[in-house]
């Protein structure tokens, strides 16, 4: 057995028995075993360095399953639960007696020759306006004053290919009418809705003899949908205008944009 002495114990000179007062200072070690000597402890700065390996591990499993939690969840749900929503504003004429939506990143134009003129700032042949009629020359009481929807259809029609008569050689148009429809909104007013696709050709070299010379190009391919509505003896009429080819992904901003036009007295 072997005792460590106090360096207290040093006064009075040293005793080969340890007094009680000593004992509280004092460590029995066995020196029969070595292997169960209490280990040393590691130096502060390599348990510190031990500490901050062991918390980026557990900061990058942590960060591994969230991401692979994150995966399959993504992968469980529709596509359209990620989708964006589309941002609406509504513009408002009290002074003419209208109002209507539009989408938030849409652009107005000035000076384009409607009433109000907003674009989209992407697809720049993408745009709405709003036009109506001038109580002086003409008096609306309703909308069967044009007559059923499919002959408001045909005018409105004729009224865009005249807008698009070009005196260019060679430029041809091919028009139809899509759709035309009726509906009473929830302000109890009546409105039409009519849609048609115009398609503009010309020929790339206009100016050749030969017909086989004069190949036709397609110039542009474009819907355009019109919501009419009658008030203050005026006829009101808002128009769409979007390319074919992406009607489809734009079809549901369009919608909202139509079904949001109404007329107001004034």
Same mark, same amino acid.
């Given at each position: !057995?072997?005792?460590?002495?106090?360096?207290?114990?040093?006064?009075?000179?040293?005793?080969? *028995?340890?007094?009680? *007062?000593?004992?509280?200072?004092? *460590?029995?070690?066995?020196?029969?075993?070595?292997?169960?000597?209490?280990?040393?402890?590691?130096?502060?700065?390599? +348990?510190?360095?031990?500490?901050?390996?062991?918390?980026?591990?557990?900061? !990058?499993?942590?960060? %591994?399953? +969230?991401?692979? %939690?994150?995966?399959?969840?993504?992968?469980?749900?529709?596509?359209?639960?990620?989708?964006?929503?589309?941002?609406?504003?509504?513009?408002?004429?009290?002074?003419?007696?209208?109002?209507?939506?539009?989408?938030?990143?849409?652009?107005?134009?000035? %000076?384009?020759?409607?009433?109000?003129?907003?674009?989209?700032? $992407?697809? +720049?042949?993408?745009?709405?306006?709003?036009?109506?009629?001038?109580?002086?020359?003409?008096?609306? *009481?309703?909308?069967?004053?044009? @007559?059923?929807?499919?002959?408001? %259809?045909?005018?409105?029609?004729?009224?865009?290919?005249?807008?698009? !008569?070009?005196?260019?050689?060679?430029?041809?148009?091919?028009?139809? $009418?899509?759709?035309?429809?009726?509906?009473?909104?929830?302000? @109890?007013?009546?409105?039409?809705?009519?849609?048609?696709?115009?398609?503009?050709?010309?020929?790339?070299?206009?100016?050749?003899?030969?017909?086989?010379?004069?190949?036709?190009?397609?110039?542009?391919?474009?819907?355009?949908?019109?919501?009419?509505?009658?008030?203050?003896?005026? +006829?009101?009429?808002?128009?769409?205008?979007?390319?074919?080819?992406?009607?489809?992904?734009?079809?549901?901003?369009?919608?909202?944009?139509?079904?949001?036009?109404?007329?107001?007295? $004034?």
């Amino acid at each position: !057995m072997v005792t460590l002495i106090s360096p207290r114990s040093l006064f009075p000179p040293l005793s080969s *028995k340890p007094t009680s *007062k000593s004992s509280s200072f004092s *460590k029995p070690v066995s020196s029969q075993s070595p292997k169960f000597a209490k280990p040393e402890s590691p130096a502060p700065h390599k +348990l510190v360095n031990r500490c901050q390996t062991v918390g980026r591990r557990r900061s !990058m499993m942590m960060g %591994g399953l +969230l991401m692979s %939690g994150l995966m399959l969840s993504e992968a469980n749900l529709p596509t359209s639960a990620f989708a964006l929503t589309s941002v609406f504003r509504e513009y408002i004429d009290t002074f003419d007696g209208y109002s209507f939506k539009y989408p938030q990143n849409w652009i107005q134009v000035r %000076g384009a020759g409607a009433d109000i003129f907003f674009r989209d700032p $992407i697809v +720049l042949d993408e745009n709405l306006s709003v036009e109506f009629s001038s109580p002086s020359s003409s008096k609306y *009481k309703s909308l069967e004053d044009l @007559g059923p929807p499919e002959e408001a %259809g045909k005018k409105v029609l004729r009224q865009y290919l005249t807008e698009f !008569m070009s005196t260019r050689l060679g430029v041809k148009r091919e028009s139809n $009418i899509l759709t035309t429809s009726s509906r009473v909104a929830d302000d @109890g007013k009546l409105y039409y809705q009519v849609e048609v696709n115009i398609k503009s050709y010309a020929n790339n070299n206009e100016l050749a003899v030969m017909p086989q010379d004069r190949v036709a190009r397609l110039e542009w391919d474009r819907r355009y949908l019109a919501v009419l509505g009658v008030e203050n003896n005026r +006829l009101y009429s808002l128009r769409l205008q979007t390319p074919e080819k992406v009607f489809l992904e734009e079809e549901k901003d369009l919608r909202r944009v139509m079904d949001s036009f109404r007329v107001e007295k $004034i």
